[in-house]
């Protein structure tokens, strides 16, 4: 993890309107983490990066395991630091076949479906994991349904025209503007305290449980992950649990997110008596930084929208483009 921060230390911070792969090439340059690899085996279009973190004995990290895609030397291989960390760029748009290796280990491979352009993070990899999870083959779950909602997508602001400022209840944003004091200039100056770097947190909402739980629910556990980082929390069960999980809307690399990013919650319920944990994986929609636009002073012009290319999609290999509003609000276009 500190060696992918001092890497990016050397390097030119990446522009806001950089793409997934030219912000993680460095991965695959020289002094990069993943050796041996050729830099045209990668498709730009769908270039993701995998991460995870692999123990021996469930608890201890295990460093110096080669990570690769199978049958795949082209793409080359990194190797698990001292706390087991691990990032391996590869091509997504479909099942990918990851191979882990370390004398006197036996030898793993995992399958895993990649999405394009983003941080796919697989969790914890057990090399000394031999037997399965017994079975259970009751259902608890069945009236269980969490829900969960990025409480900062809330654009909808309440105006006080009064003072020239406006707020919204969802995302906690206080919007300010100033007029320009001429008839024919009908331009305002905008500021927004989610421009402040840092500072300002998106807010995740998961619901738990609801008013009613199973008898035998002994504990709950929740993992998130949001452009390559990684949260893991259990809970003991009880009814009407919620909690709010606050992103810094920077990835796993420490560098910024601007526009829409992609937050992977998956929630276990376990049983009294039963080995296996009942999973539900949702992913949502949460808000990153802000694109700068006049950047004076934190302030810019209601007539300033800019061109997102990070929030932007392929559909069939055709770019949906995603505009940035003054308010930070995004506009998908064809």
């Known amino acids: 993890k500190y060696c992918v921060f001092y890497r990016l230390l050397r390097r030119q911070a990446p522009s ?46 295990l460093n110096g395991v080669k990570v690769q895609v199978l049958n795949n ?7 698990s630091d001292k706390d087991g960390f691990f990032n391996l760029l590869v091509n997504g748009g479909g099942s ?53 909602w990025d409480t900062s997508l809330d654009r909808s602001f309440i105006t006080n025209d009064k003072f020239d400022y406006a707020y919204t209840l969802g995302s906690q944003i206080i919007r300010q503007s100033i007029s320009i004091d001429k008839p024919d ?5 905008i500021y927004l305290s989610s421009s402040s770097g840092r500072r300002y947190q998106s807010i995740l909402t998961i619901v738990l449980t609801g008013d009613h739980i199973d008898d035998y629910l002994t504990q709950i556990h929740l993992s998130i992950s949001i452009e390559g980082t990684f949260s893991m929390r259990k809970f003991p069960a009880g009814k009407n649990l919620v909690y709010e999980y606050e992103w810094s809307r920077r990835n796993a690399y420490d560098q910024n997110v601007h526009g829409l990013a992609e937050a992977i919650v998956s929630i276990g319920y376990e049983y009294l008596n039963c080995n296996q944990i009942d999973w539900y994986r949702k992913s949502v929609k949460i808000t990153g930084q802000d694109i700068p636009t006049a950047n004076i002073g934190g302030w810019t012009f209601n007539v300033h929208h800019k061109l997102n290319v990070q929030a932007g999609k392929y559909n069939n290999y055709l770019k949906i483009e995603c505009q940035q509003m003054y308010d930070g609000s995004l506009v998908q276009e064809n």
């Open 185 to 189: 200039l009908p331009i305002k100056f």
């Open 73 to 79: 030397p082209n793409q080359g291989y990194t190797v």
């Open 16 to 61: 806001p309107s950089a793409s997934f792969f030219e912000r993680m090439q460095f991965l695959i340059q020289e002094d990069g983490l993943q050796t041996s690899s050729i830099y045209t085996s990668f498709n730009e279009r769908r270039a993701s990066v995998i991460r995870g973190q692999i123990f021996y004995k469930k608890f201890l990290s």
């Open 96 to 148: 990918v076949l990851i191979q882990f290796i370390r004398q006197p280990f036996q030898t793993k491979q995992y399958a895993f479906i990649v999405p394009w352009n983003t941080f796919l993070h697989i969790g914890y990899i057990y090399m000394d994991e031999t037997s399965e999870n017994i079975v259970c083959h009751r259902n608890y779950s069945e009236s269980i349904q969490p829900k969960l």
